[in-house]
């Protein structure tokens, strides 16, 4: 499988195929062999060669559209099928949608309101998980038709925290 990839406004081509139980990443040419475990949904542990190892969570967006953090760095993504290489602007979640904790984790903060209009992007819950402070943003413009969640309350990988219509 191969896709570009946008971190930090440079697009990078990226391949990956499983071999007897491992993964093959080709990063603009450079192989990489590494093994991954998943742990949660939106949670997996990275194995290097190197004997790091290293924890990934990552939050879907939109359409082809994620933020990842990996150990204590967190970037946005967006993956393009090499055919669509030089096409602009992702597609966004649009109609009803739930968003949900991607990890176990304590909410720190809420940012919107029932009744609030939001835009694609527009971060809503802030998330505590594993030292690391993850935004969960909305997926596509609507308005938040309910919030679920409040400051300091513990939550499971998969709640629902914000219903957006």
């Known amino acids: 499988m191969k896709w570009w990839l946008e971190r930090d406004g440079r697009r990078l081509e990226v391949a990956a195929r499983r071999l007897d139980g491992t993964w093959e990443v080709t990063v603009d040419g450079t192989p990489y062999r590494v093994d991954m475990l998943p742990l949660h949904p939106g949670l997996d542990a990275l194995f290097c060669p190197d004997g790091r190892a290293l924890g990934v969570a990552s939050q879907r967006l939109g359409r082809d559209h994620f933020r990842v953090a990996v150990a204590q760095r967190q970037f946005e993504v967006r993956l393009r099928d090499p055919l669509d290489r030089e096409t602009n602007g992702a597609a966004v979640h649009t109609g009803p949608h739930e968003l949900r904790a991607p990890i176990p984790g304590r909410v720190v903060s809420v940012a919107v309101a029932e009744g609030e209009e ?18 969960i943003c909305a997926e596509g413009p609507g308005r938040v038709e309910r919030v679920l969640v409040a400051p300091g309350v513990t939550v499971e990988g998969g709640q629902i925290l914000v219903v957006v219509a």
């Open 118 to 135: 939001v835009t694609a992007g527009q971060p809503l819950v802030i998330l505590e998980a594993m030292k690391m402070e993850n935004q």
